[in-house]
Nanobody, 120 residues
Framework: QVQLVESGGGLAQPGGSLRLSCAAS????????MGWYRQAPGKQRELVAR???????NYADSVKGRFTISRDNAKNTVYLQMNSLKPEDTAVYYC??????????????WGQGTQVTVSS
């Protein structure tokens, strides 16, 4: 019913930048929150950043000041600008959306994940 398609991952050097995008499509009435999570090998999935429809954001302490989340509500798209990348940012990054299919039917959806590798 709803698909999240991510793009923009890849390889970056320490100190470099990458920009992730995630577009939601399908039977969407509205989207409340959208966000990015990541999972490194051997670790649990963790929140990176989240933005709600009104524009309020929250970030993991480890990325504050380096990553910026933004959203285009008209396009149902969320972005993650990642600057000053560190090797510890290496992970699979997953897009997430809190979707209202109707005024009362609400579900979370996940993208397929995109690999981000930070290495020299």
């Amino acid at each position: 019913q709803v698909q999240l398609v991510e793009s923009g991952g890849g390889l970056a050097q320490p100190g470099g930048s990458l920009r992730l995008s995630c577009a939601a499509s399908g039977s969407i009435f509205s989207i409340s929150g959208m966000g990015w999570y990541r999972q490194a090998p051997g670790k649990q999935r963790e929140l990176v950043a989240r933005i709600i429809s009104g524009g309020s954001t929250n970030y993991a302490d480890s990325v504050k000041g380096r990553f910026t989340i933004s959203r285009d509500n008209a396009k149902n798209t969320v972005y993650l600008q990642m600057n000053s990348l560190k090797p510890e940012d290496t992970a699979v990054y997953y897009c997430n959306a809190d979707v209202f299919l109707t005024t009362t039917n609400r579900r979370w959806y996940w993208g397929q994940g995109t690999q981000v590798t930070v290495s020299s």
